[in-house]
């Protein structure tokens, strides 16, 4: 292998780490009451989700260690919000805790799987498409009240938080409902890896 793809590599697994430690500051930021820092915070998780795939395909693939650590830390990083908007009865978009369980029961599900399958189990189409969904959809619901699209105090931004909140709650059963299928198509006995 040539040195770029090499370099390449070790920044997606830097990415893939940096994500997973960014899911403490996270919920902190959650129970501080710091929403803009929360949100900016899992706005950096997405965007290193992205940048470590593109990083990956670069190299002509990724390292058999991120593939198999890069889907435990999205779930560590979206696992955070997801907690914290089941736990907040006060909040204009609470998620119901049972949709929560389901979710992150999913994705300890499918984790599992993963630990098993040879080369860690590459996500899926449908996986990919729940977890973009998921991102969009926490960062729609965790837009702070008083923000304005320029992302700063504006007339009206209560009346913009609560459409997004809105279209975040909306958004969020999609993921679910592409979470469930996804699982499904990673653990159809044809799929399960050989037994070790």
Request: proline content about 8%; charged content about 15%.
């Amino acid at each position: 292998m040539s040195r770029p793809p090499s370099r390449l590599r070790r920044l997606a697994d830097g990415l893939t780490a940096a994500r997973a430690v960014l899911g403490l500051p996270l919920i902190l930021a959650l129970g501080a009451g710091q929403l803009p820092l929360a949100w900016w915070l899992l706005l950096l998780g997405g965007l290193s989700d992205w940048a470590d795939g593109w990083c990956a395909r670069r190299a002509g693939g990724g390292s058999e260690w991120g593939a198999r650590i890069d889907p435990l830390t999205d779930k560590i990083l979206v696992a955070a919000p997801l907690l914290w908007l089941g736990a907040q009865p006060a909040w204009p978009q609470q998620l119901p805790l049972w949709a929560v369980w389901l979710l992150l029961a999913r994705e300890l599900l499918i984790s599992g799987w993963r630990s098993g399958a040879s080369g860690g189990g590459p996500a899926s189409l449908g996986g990919k498409a729940k977890t973009v969904l998921q991102f969009g959809s926490l960062l729609l619901l965790l837009w702070p009240e008083g923000w304005g699209l320029g992302l700063g105090r504006a007339a009206g931004a209560g009346e913009l938080a609560a459409g997004l909140h809105q279209l975040g709650w909306w958004l969020f059963w999609p993921s679910l409902l592409l979470a469930l299928s996804s699982a499904w198509g990673y653990l159809r006995p044809n799929t399960r890896p050989p037994a070790a």
